[in-house]
């Protein structure tokens, strides 16, 4: 048996190697700084350096590459310019991610527990909150998080995509189950996501073992080819089909795979939501684009009832759920599941257009959440005793936050009209784009019902707006809410507030970079 | 070309950003600041106006394209043909006023320069949208408008104004969401490339039969709620009695007529076809708005409601006129869009003033007023009565040129809608009889004469209405040309067919 030494081109996964490289390097950082003070501060350093670094590469790699892409390791990956503008989007919300993980109360108190490994309220936990500890690990798990979500757009092989899923969801269980404070509901959120998502690993698996049981392949192109030849079983290759698309809808957050979602998002540590709400998704949708295109599309017909029964059934349960909702991040994350279904919207029809809309709408949308996030981050409640406590998370307690902070309150109102899809905001542009592929894939009936949802949606994030601006403090309650000022917190809000207003006003530069990026290697018909 | 149209919007956008950003020691000096802010629109606007080649008001003109997101086809694209000047001419005349109206409102600095603000920006979105050339840049600004205004009505105003805010927010939103998909699916249909939406590129085009009407029924939806229509105008009356005085007077007078200013301008233009298709259907519930809005308005005991209901009877009259394609119909109703933002501006603003005097909008709380407040009584009948469309005020050229133009071909119509003036005779009279003629009541304490503020917001448009009442031709010159293209637009391709 001889073995052939594999070509691999090790220029275009550069960016994604600095990251998984920068990440382990950060595991024996952990292992060799002892102040946790330093530690912290090293590690923040180290996977900033990493990101920036990842995203000056693949800007490089843009401007150097040559036709439309490069397939490296024999097809188990390919990196063209869809891919690379898909990582460098989560290369930003990585950014954006680490310095929220980063961010600390004025008390110095960090949105992580002291160790994770206590249990909730024990004297441990106690001990080890006195004693300093602090849990710098969670910048290694983004850094893991991050590599593998990079890996995940540009990933052509079905079997290599089941190993880069596990990769960037198997961090993200962890961080979920790391909440400082509410640590049952933390824990609880971070089990329920495990579960559901080894499940829906499963299923997927699952999936691409019918599918190359019908083909033979696991390749995304090969599989296309044996479809288009014909002969294979055809009952076997749909039924893999479907539950290939079914694994990947979880990841993204569309119904009936949502479950998780209110779940996982409420019991994170919020700078794990805001990160966790912008990038999956953004990792999914890629995925998902880049199977439709260039491996499923000869069954396009056979799976377009799944989009767009997944597509109605997330737009109208997750508007209709997220106006019964009481807590923020519970509105949020039903508010994601409706998104879920917009962006299923512009599968109809598996258009072009959908290939520059969907990267738009979801950089739109993940500013829009990190952001978003980032203000629930500042909002906490005063405790007895008169010290900052957690989080604010009940909607009445946001009542007349707009009198005691303008700017955080508007910097909110702002997230919230782009995710209402209101113009001059991010999240209209990114609407329009969506709906347009939509339509040009014949699709106007779904353009319909997802219109019909966004004006029911708006409802409820224009009752927040109500809320923080026209609502009075309660009497009484004037001292029950502390707005925190972390610096970095308040940078990432304010630099997601600026580009969400310039994404909407002038998002020409950005959208002529995704229409640049609308090639797929192995595309369509290919 | 000096970009007169940019700047009329940049300069209140930048007033109202300049507002909130001001420094902690000029924040009393707000309200003098939107004023010079306005007074500054205004001279320009003067100066602009003055330039206009009225002889060719057809046209349109100050034109400036630029490629704003090429990728989907939309420029910032502006340029005015004599109707939309006067309607830019209606806004910048009556933001100012508005302004001195809420002069004394609020007690709270802060409150105050939000408040400000907000007009000095609703002033800009206005003049956005009477200029916009582009289909998209006129959605986008018809809809970025709501934000302004919501707040205007929520933040500042009576018990109800959160209700009435959302109530508000919810009809015009889901108006302008559905007109979206017809704007999205315009791109599909038109010549796409980076000029997509461009009106001119739009106009003529040829459309599937079903295509093209879906797309004007989205369109139309719209606009039919933003001009109160029967039965999408119940967001009004709520958002009149709870709002401010001069709130509802610019939203009334000027920022409701964008939606018969839509009709003209993009649903007839776009649309003719199915236009003509839909006009029977339109003109009939245009004259169930006149004679229901009328009806209502009679039954009313707040003033507020009692005018928010005249005005859906009077777009139901403009309506008539456009739906008509008659030259003289469509020249009253585009006229019309005027002076009635004129009488009914003034008329919300001096009720405001009465409020604002005795804190209650109820008919039966007052009487006598005019023994004691003769000036205030006086003006009220002067602008009354041009609601009722006498003679001599410009009001009553307008309506009487729908109906006349529209007669011949709508005759039953016009028979009907001529009801509303007795109708009118009827709410207006019977409102002055019981708030101003009679027995001082007693409970009402001091009176207080109009104030030269107050005079000074209410005069000018008495004023106008006067002007324009003996001499319409100086505001018909500007329209007719206007007013006979975009009837030709419908019935050329008719005589053609």
Redesign the interface.
């Known amino acids: 048996m001889t073995f052939v030494t594999p070509e691999i081109a090790w220029a275009p996964l550069a960016p994604i190697l600095i990251v998984l490289v920068a990440a382990s390097a950060a595991i024996l950082i952990e292992a060799f700084i002892r102040t946790p003070a330093t530690r912290r501060i090293v590690q923040l350093a180290v996977a900033l350096i990493a990101l920036v670094g990842a995203l000056g590469t693949a800007a490089v790699q843009w401007a150097l590459l040559e036709g439309a892409g490069t397939v490296v390791m024999d097809g188990m990956i390919t990196v063209d310019r869809q891919a690379l503008a898909w990582q460098s989007m989560i290369l930003v919300f990585g950014v954006l991610g680490m310095i929220l993980f980063a961010a600390r109360t004025r008390a110095g108190e960090e949105a992580f527990t002291p160790l994770g490994s206590t249990a909730p309220g024990s004297i441990e936990e106690t001990l080890a909150r006195r004693k300093g500890l602090q849990l710098t690990e969670v910048f290694p798990l983004g850094l893991f998080a991050v590599g593998g979500m990079m890996l995940f757009t540009s990933v052509t092989d079905y079997i290599f995509l089941f190993v880069a899923l596990e990769v960037f969801s198997l961090p993200l269980y962890i961080l979920v189950a790391l909440s400082r404070r509410r640590r049952l509901l933390s824990q609880e959120g971070a089990l329920k996501y495990f579960l559901l998502g080894a499940f829906s690993s499963a299923i997927f698996l699952f999936g691409a073992a019918l599918v190359y049981g019908a083909t033979a392949h696991t390749s995304y192109s090969a599989v296309a080819y044996a479809m288009e030849l014909g002969g294979a079983n055809d009952a076997l290759l749909v039924t893999g089909a479907v539950l290939i698309v079914a694994g990947l809808l979880f990841k993204i957050g569309a119904v009936p795979f949502h479950s998780w979602t209110p779940d996982a998002y409420q019991g994170a540590p919020t700078p794990v939501t805001a990160f966790m709400a912008a990038a999956t998704k953004a990792a999914a949708t890629a995925a998902l684009l880049r199977i439709m295109y260039t491996s499923l599309h000869p069954l396009e017909w056979e799976l377009s009832w799944l989009f767009w029964a997944a597509a109605i059934a997330s737009m109208a349960l997750g508007t209709v759920l997220a106006l019964v909702q009481t807590d923020v991040k519970r509105m949020l994350a039903y508010s994601s599941v409706a998104h879920a279904g917009f962006i299923l919207v512009a599968f109809a029809g598996l258009e072009g257009e959908a290939l520059?809309a969907l990267p738009f709408y979801l950089l739109a949308y993940g500013l829009a959440s990190i952001g978003a996030f980032a203000v629930v981050t500042q909002v906490r409640e005063r405790t007895e005793d008169g010290s900052v406590g957690a989080e604010a998370v009940r909607l009445g307690q946001w009542a007349g936050l707009g009198k005691r902070s303008p700017l955080l309150a508007g910097a909110m109102s702002l997230f919230l009209?782009s995710f209402a899809g209101?113009?001059?905001t991010a999240g209209?542009?990114g609407k329009?784009?969506a709906?347009?592929a939509a339509?040009?894939g014949g699709g106007?009936p779904l353009?319909?019902i997802a219109?019909?949802a966004?004006?029911v949606a708006?409802?409820f994030y224009?009752r927040l707006v109500?809320l923080m601006?026209?609502?009075d403090v309660p009497d009484g309650a004037e001292d029950d809410i502390a707005v925190e000022d972390s610096p970095l917190a308040r940078l990432v809000i304010w630099v997601t507030a600026v580009a969400t207003v310039l994404l909407g006003i002038?998002?020409?530069g950005v959208?002529?970079l995704f229409?640049d990026a609308a090639v797929l290697l192995v595309s369509l018909g290919a | 070309m000096f970009p007169f149209l940019t700047i009329l919007v940049a300069v209140p956008a930048v007033g109202a950003a300049l507002l909130w950003a001001l420094p902690a020691s000029a924040r009393g000096r707000a309200r003098e600041i939107a004023l010079a802010v306005t007074g500054l629109e205004l001279a320009l606007f003067a100066v602009m106006a003055l330039q206009f080649d009225k002889s060719d008001a057809g046209a349109f003109q100050f034109s400036e394209v630029y490629s704003w997101i090429p990728q989907i086809g939309t420029s910032w694209a502006l340029g005015v043909n004599g109707l939309g000047l006067l309607m830019i001419a209606l806004s910048v005349i009556l933001t100012p006023l508005a302004i001195l109206a809420a002069w004394r409102e609020d007690k709270d600095e802060s409150r105050r320069r939000h408040y400000m603000a907000l007009i000095l920006l609703s002033l800009a979105f206005m003049v956005g949208i009477f200029a916009a050339r582009d289909v998209f840049l006129f959605y986008v600004l018809f809809e970025a408008m709501l934000i302004p205004l919501y707040f205007m009505i929520g933040g500042f105003g009576g018990v109800q104004r959160r209700y009435a805010a959302v109530k508000f927010l919810l009809y015009s939103l889901a108006g302008g969401l559905i007109m979206l998909v017809a704007v999205v699916a315009l791109y599909f249909v038109g010549p796409g490339g980076e000029q997509a939406f461009l009106t001119d590129n739009l106009t003529g085009i040829d459309l599937p039969v079903t295509t093209e009407r879906l797309m004007f029924l989205a369109f139309f939806l719209a606009f039919a709620i933003k001009a109160p229509m029967v039965p999408l105008h119940t967001w009004l009356p709520d958002v009149a009695e709870s709002a401010r005085a001069g709130t509802t007077a610019l939203l009334v007078a000027v920022l409701d007529k964008i939606g018969t200013f839509g009709m003209i301008t993009l649903c007839l233009a776009l649309f003719p076809e199915a236009a003509r298709w839909a006009a029977p259907v339109i003109i009939v519930l245009a004259v169930i708005s006149v004679i229901y809005g009328a009806l209502l308005a009679i039954g009313q005991r707040n003033m507020f409601r009692l005018v928010a209901f005249t005005s859906v009877s009077h777009f139901g009259v403009m309506v008539l006129g456009i739906f008509a394609f008659q030259v003289t119909s469509m020249e009253g109703a585009a006229f019309y869009m005027f002076n009635h933002g004129l009488s009914t501006g003034a008329l919300f603003l001096l009720v405001g003033f009465l409020v604002s005097r005795y804190g209650t909008a109820d008919v039966d709380a007052y009487g006598g007023l005019q023994k004691v407040m003769p000036v205030f009584a006086g003006t009220f009948l002067v602008v009354g009565l041009s609601a009722l469309s006498l003679p001599g005020l410009s009001p009553f050229v307008s309506e009487i040129m729908v109906f006349i133009g529209a007669y011949p071909v709508a005759a039953a119509a016009v028979i009907v809608s001529a009801v509303s003036v007795v109708l009118a005779a009827l709410y207006i009279l019977l409102t002055y009889k019981s708030v101003f003629t009679g027995p001082v009541r007693a409970d009402l304490g001091e009176a207080r004469e109009l104030t030269l503020r107050e005079r000074l917001v209410t005069w000018p448009l008495v004023g106008l209405m006067l002007l324009l009442g003996f001499l319409p031709g100086i505001a018909i010159d500007y329209l007719s040309a206007p007013a006979a293209d975009a009837v030709a637009q419908v019935t050329i391709e008719e005589a053609g067919a």
């Open positions: 520059s009209l209101i113009p001059l209209f542009v329009f784009e709906f347009s339509i040009a106007w353009v319909l219109v019909i966004s004006a708006a409802f224009v109500v601006f026209l609502t002038l998002p020409a959208l002529g229409e």
